[in-house]
């Protein structure tokens, strides 16, 4: 099958229902995809590479594949407060098995539907699996919440439960059951409402991907402050609160600063979004992140999905 | 070393000096960049993933290797006649090589360089060595050259010469030596002075990466028309005008369609940019493509560049 027609059986009409509202005028099929602004915005732009036994595993159903390596990008834009507007896709596969292309297709849609997003355009090429999905969103000027606005003594939130995807991935593993609760990890979902909801309350913000706390430290770097969190005040499923645990990644919730003065905000957000937000510690002037056990002894800190 | 030392040190920084003349607010190193829209303009988007001994040789410099990945990608801007914006790029690499990175970053350099227009963000990781870049162009509204403008009647004109990537390309597979003369193949160049001058001259047009014959096919198929072309006026430098030769794709020149009347306006355009630039061929009604031979007699088209 040549590129032209794997392309237009199963990467065209993605999301085409959403074309018209984000101003896309030219999508999948030509050179490039034709784009015109809204007015008063900014775009908030990302991008996320997913390899096959490194990112998902190949024994995944397609659907899920093509959901999570879309999702995983997409949550960038959340953790920055951002309404979705489109997305490309670069997808390198082996051979073009018409079967599996059709269950991704179905996977993609699933995250269009989901997001009301169009797949605007993106390349295919021939070699061992792997997806980049490159994202666009948009903020009013000025709204984007940044990693780099956190000050010292403002609370530390999360999201959500934190080691799902890692206990989801650990039970995908052992029983290798389509079955199995492990949604988490097959289909996390990109907190793009709370990301939305989250503008004007937090300082800074990042999506958990490598680690709850090897993350926490990449906003410290960025907003020039240290940070101590409590390990038993981190919301778990479990009541193993290990660091293995919580610093597992993949949880793709959203870590973020607020002032303490935002509390009572931040519960009627948790509360409308039926999302529950826990405070696990607080921003310091000590430029140094500090793990804390329930005795406030300091912890070692292993760390959390390297890259390489 | 972790993605976040990674980053700083091999991908922050190229091509800073531009990120203010695009509106780049926020670049490599959050969650997202941030981007505020010029008025009046359309967004002109588009991406490509080159993998390592299909789209380049592992053998060749890691310069050539970033330069080559990047202009590819920014051809499909050139064909649609965009002024370059800003790009994104996600790398795979099989481990961490601090020689290899550092030469691969000067030669993301050498390409912001040229094109003006800065690295806003990326992802890395782990894997067979394979480089996706998204590339961000704007046109006045309305001004995008398409693959779907062509009329019957046109004249069908390619820029430069053809078969010059696929005769490099044997060079640097007989010689395996640095210092022969490949550029064509080792540093195309994405033709965006052309791309700018044919709007409004132009009225379809498309970069020439899968193979002259099939790329003219695809603007055909977008177009609804025919087209016919003259084997022996395809402009090579090399007396082997096969179709093997001038169908191998590589080449990344332009090829479009205008009008007859434009052909004074053409020629000023060639000779402004010291771009040879050659009719080849007329569009038809006939919706189907003709080689033609020196005694205009129909020939057997063999297929270009398979993605699969």
Known sequence: MDEY???QK?????????LAEHNVEISVGDDAAVIT???NIQYIHSVDTSIENIHFLSSMAPEDIAYRSC????SDLAACGANPEWYSLAITLPSPDGIWLERFSSGLRDFSDEFKIPLVGGDTTKGSLSITVQVMGTVKKGEAILRSGAKPDQGIFV???IGEAYLGLKELQNHKDENSNCSAYLRPKAQIS???ALVGIATSAIDISDGLLQ?????CKSSHVGAKIYLDRVPTSTNDKSVKVINSGDDYQICFTAPMDKSMEINQVSEKLEIPITQIGLTTRSGKLVLLDELEKEMVIFSGFKHF
């Open 37 to 39: 602004p809204k007015d």
């Open 5 to 7: 027609l794997l392309i």
């Open 71 to 74: 999702s995983v990008a997409l």
């Open 159 to 161: 999201s959500g439960l």
């Open 215 to 219: 993350d926490i430290e990449l906003v």
């Open 10 to 18: 199963y990467f065209s009409n993605i999301g085409s229902a959403f």
């Open 194 to 196: 709370l990301g939305r």
